[in-house]
């Protein structure tokens, strides 16, 4: 037990977020500091999604939701027709070229290692937000990423904050 209080006291801010609504957790507690952008940028464009597998980024109305004007996705533009409307989806074929990337590889169909990587292209320049890794959880951690990838499916916490934070010029919802 001594040690658990322990464990608690030097969480990461996203682990004691999560914590607080926890009665135990199986496994270690993360203590590894959340991930955040080493750089800001702007987005002046649609932001394409290159994901693999079973990722929670590959359906462009998560982004839509956290404000992004343009989602592209295999060559497709997805945009709201009424902003005001979460619900008022809709697409085109994509036009011109998109200059901001969220890429995203996994492996193990999304349940091993996880790298993500937002930037921004200037001509042949790439201005990198981040470039983050989760390491495949260890065995008896219950796919609990360390440090945090999502505590929340509904909120997409802390991954979502990272994503946004990135953008100088990006008008989130607060969701």
Known sequence: MGYGIYDHK???IAEDRY????IFKFGSVCEIPDIKPTQRIELDGPIEILVEHNSPLKD???LLNWGFP???QNGVD????NPKDRHSITNKPAMGSSTVELTEVSEKN???NINIKLAKRIGGKEIIAFDAHWPEPQRGNFYFYCPRYIDNHETMEPLR???VSSFNNLNADSK
């Open 10 to 12: 030097h969480a990461s």
């Open 19 to 22: 914590l607080k609504n926890a």
């Open 60 to 62: 462009p109305n998560i």
């Open 70 to 72: 343009i989602v592209r």
């Open 78 to 81: 997805y945009y709201l027709a």
């Open 110 to 112: 999304g349940y091993g």
């Open 161 to 163: 904050s990272l994503i």
